[in-house]
């Protein structure tokens, strides 16, 4: 059994240009990571583009599903495609308003700017759109203004898809919710393990059935053969577990390291490097 978390969280991510391979989805994985590190389960991504029907059809499965938090990233801005914050109101039953707050703050910057035409105005308030009913969540970088909105007992949230904005509007108004909810922290941790092929993968899979409830995976390895089995090699290793506080957390991961190293050394000897610092265990 893997860490399973205490919140469930989706991620719906919007935008043709993905869907077209024109840009990379970099969002989804830094919130995984963040997620993660709150002591969330994520369950789904999912990648769609910028059609108001498909992005109803998304957020309505899921709404069927287990998550807690839903999370949007992409749409927020002013073009004409941007029809996220639209969609979302379509599929709840709810009207878009503007709020006035972000609003103003577009204005004056568009002021300041000398921008003063209507037109051009109007296309800016678009990033203040959010639905009826909703909390607003202002942009601490740039002018997109995020919503949270509950239906059937789970938060709908939205962040815009510059990746800069996205984060900052993550850690300042979604991470507190999460952590406010969550009764657990995940903690990950990599290493590279160095020991001698054919010792490996009995000691790897017996470590799997002994620690039941963390995650340990090694990273694709090609095949060896032969006397090259018999020489050390290097294969990275993840680990991630799951306790109430980062203070258990971290004496868990402690001592399911050191049984490892021991076990290591039990079959010939090796070694055990945390990946991006220095050693951290004996040949």
């Not at 009913?133 to 203004?145: C, D, E, K, L």
């Not at 009764?183 to 393990?193: E, G, N, Q």
């Not at 506080?245 to 991961?253: D, G, S, T």
Request: a negative charge; glycine letters at 10%.
């Amino acid at each position: 059994m893997k860490p399973t978390g205490s919140v469930n969280v989706e991620i719906i991510v919007t935008g043709d240009e993905l869907l077209y391979g024109r840009i990379l989805d970099t969002n989804s994985h830094w919130i995984a990571q963040r997620v993660a590190e709150l002591g969330a389960s994520l369950r789904r991504v999912t990648l769609i583009g910028d059609e108001p029907e498909t992005i109803a059809a998304a957020l309505h499965d899921a709404l069927k599903r287990d998550a807690h938090f839903i999370i949007f990233s992409g749409g927020l801005g002013p073009s004409e495609d941007d029809l996220t914050v639209d969609s979302i109101g379509e599929a709840l039953g709810r009207r878009t308003v503007i709020d006035e707050k972000g609003a103003e703050k577009i204005r004056t910057v568009y002021r300041r700017r000398g921008i003063t035409d209507d037109a051009t105005h109007r296309r800016g308030e678009r990033m203040a759109h959010v639905l009826e009913g909703s909390t607003p969540m202002q942009n601490p970088v740039g002018f997109s203004v995020g919503m949270c909105v509950e239906e059937a007992g789970k938060k709908i949230c939205t962040l815009p898809g510059v990746p800069s904005e996205m984060r900052g509007m993550f850690d300042a108004h979604i991470a507190p919710m999460i952590a406010s909810t969550a009764t657990s922290v995940f903690l990950a941790r990599t290493y590279y393990i160095s020991m001698v092929w054919r010792d490996f993968f009995p000691l790897y899979r017996q470590m799997q059935r002994d620690y039941p409830d963390t995650y340990i995976k090694n990273a694709a390895t090609p095949p060896v053969e032969g006397e090259d089995r018999n020489k050390i090699h290097t294969i990275k290793v993840d680990f991630v577990l799951e306790a109430p506080k980062v203070e258990e957390a971290e004496v868990k991961m402690s001592g399911l390291l050191a049984d490892y190293m021991r076990r290591i050394e039990a079959v010939g000897g090796g070694r055990m490097d945390a990946v991006g610092s220095g050693n951290v265990s004996r040949d």
